[in-house]
Every structure is written in structure tokens, then in C-alpha cells.
């Protein structure tokens, strides 16, 4: 029998040290959206890790993201591109967008959505700024889904921020960012 080693962070002994908390926000009220500035994405990573628990406060939305760059949110028809596939085998994409989607069905007040993402290449002028992850709830339709998405910038430049957004309303909930370690 092997003796396992608890670290600090709970977890076995080496895991987990390469991602650092920077920051978590954390809103019992309505926000229009999470947002994470130039005070985390900046040069000391260029890689980071999102998990979130997020409750929409109106039925029917969609979760998105945005990046920023010199602080200024990336909002033109065709900044972005984006797939989502569900477990279930439906997909959508799209090459010439306003933002990335997160989620494929309209999310319902009664639900949570759980999600977990990496973000890469925030700090490479040479390269686009992408996202990688996955999700779980119970959309408006009334059946669980767990998609996984990803998306990028169309364009090569340093991103200072990104913001997690609904397609309208607002949200409450958690959000918690880490920067990974190279």
C-alpha cells in the first residue's frame, strides 16, 4: 500500500502546483457580467485556468465571452470564431462573430451552469488568444447538457482581459481565476 501525501491544497502531494489563484469574484446580486482585467491577465502568465458556477436571473440566455485588449472590450462582427458540441452530438460553430459562445442551448433560471476552461496565449502578440472547455446544466429545455466549446480571436495581439457574459440579463454566481505555470 502506497502512503499518499496531502499538499496544502488538499490534494496530492505535486498536483496542483502549477496553478496559482489569482482571483475569485464571487456575486449574490445581479452583475452584468464577470470580468477579469489587465490587474491578472498581464505578463505573468499567458496561460490561465477559469471554473465558474454561474445562475443566470433571466431564461433563455446564452454564456459568452469576450477578450480585451488595452482594456477595451473586442466587440466587432468579426473578432471571433467559436464551436460548441454537446455530448449528445449537436454542434454549432461559426467563423465571423461579436464573441465566443459558451453554450449551444438557452440556459433557464432554475439552473446553475457549471463550466471549466482553459485560456491560452493571452501574451503573444504572434499568436490568437483561444479558449478551450467544457460546461454542465440543465438548459431552459428542461434536458442536461454538457458542452464542450472552444473559440478564438481572429486576429494576433496581445489581450489584457476577458469578460464572461450573458447574452442579455444578468448573472450571479462564482468565478474563479488561475494563472498556469510554464
Same mark, same amino acid.
Given at each position: 500500500m502506497a502512503?499518499?501525501?496531502l499538499g496544502a491544497n488538499g490534494l496530492g502531494a505535486g498536483v496542483g502546483g502549477n496553478f496559482v489563484l489569482l482571483n475569485t469574484s464571487s456575486s449574490a446580486t445581479d452583475v452584468s457580467s464577470f470580468d477579469f482585467d489587465s490587474t491578472y491577465?498581464?505578463?505573468?502568465?499567458d496561460n490561465y485556468f477559469v471554473l465558474g458556477n454561474i445562475q443566470p436571473q433571466s431564461n433563455g440566455i446564452f454564456m459568452n465571452l469576450r477578450f480585451s485588449a488595452n482594456g477595451t472590450l473586442e466587440t466587432g462582427g468579426s473578432d471571433y470564431t467559436y464551436e460548441i458540441q454537446n455530448i449528445a452530438g449537436a454542434t454549432e460553430e461559426s467563423s465571423t462573430v461579436s464573441l465566443i459562445k459558451m453554450t449551444r442551448e438557452a440556459l433557464s433560471t432554475s439552473h446553475n451552469f457549471n463550466f471549466q476552461f482553459f485560456v491560452f496565449n493571452t501574451q503573444n502578440a504572434n499568436e490568437r488568444s483561444t479558449i478551450h472547455g467544457q460546461g454542465s $446544466?440543465?438548459?431552459?429545455?428542461?434536458?442536461y447538457v454538457s458542452p464542450l466549446f472552444g473559440g478564438q480571436r481572429q486576429a494576433d495581439k496581445v489581450n489584457d482581459g476577458f469578460s464572461i457574459l450573458p447574452s442579455s440579463g444578468n448573472l450571479q454566481g462564482t468565478v474563479s481565476?488561475? $494563472?498556469v505555470k510554464q
Amino acid at each position: 500500500m502506497a502512503l499518499i501525501t496531502l499538499g496544502a491544497n488538499g490534494l496530492g502531494a505535486g498536483v496542483g502546483g502549477n496553478f496559482v489563484l489569482l482571483n475569485t469574484s464571487s456575486s449574490a446580486t445581479d452583475v452584468s457580467s464577470f470580468d477579469f482585467d489587465s490587474t491578472y491577465i498581464n505578463s505573468t502568465y499567458d496561460n490561465y485556468f477559469v471554473l465558474g458556477n454561474i445562475q443566470p436571473q433571466s431564461n433563455g440566455i446564452f454564456m459568452n465571452l469576450r477578450f480585451s485588449a488595452n482594456g477595451t472590450l473586442e466587440t466587432g462582427g468579426s473578432d471571433y470564431t467559436y464551436e460548441i458540441q454537446n455530448i449528445a452530438g449537436a454542434t454549432e460553430e461559426s467563423s465571423t462573430v461579436s464573441l465566443i459562445k459558451m453554450t449551444r442551448e438557452a440556459l433557464s433560471t432554475s439552473h446553475n451552469f457549471n463550466f471549466q476552461f482553459f485560456v491560452f496565449n493571452t501574451q503573444n502578440a504572434n499568436e490568437r488568444s483561444t479558449i478551450h472547455g467544457q460546461g454542465s $446544466g440543465q438548459p431552459q429545455s428542461g434536458t442536461y447538457v454538457s458542452p464542450l466549446f472552444g473559440g478564438q480571436r481572429q486576429a494576433d495581439k496581445v489581450n489584457d482581459g476577458f469578460s464572461i457574459l450573458p447574452s442579455s440579463g444578468n448573472l450571479q454566481g462564482t468565478v474563479s481565476l488561475y $494563472g498556469v505555470k510554464q
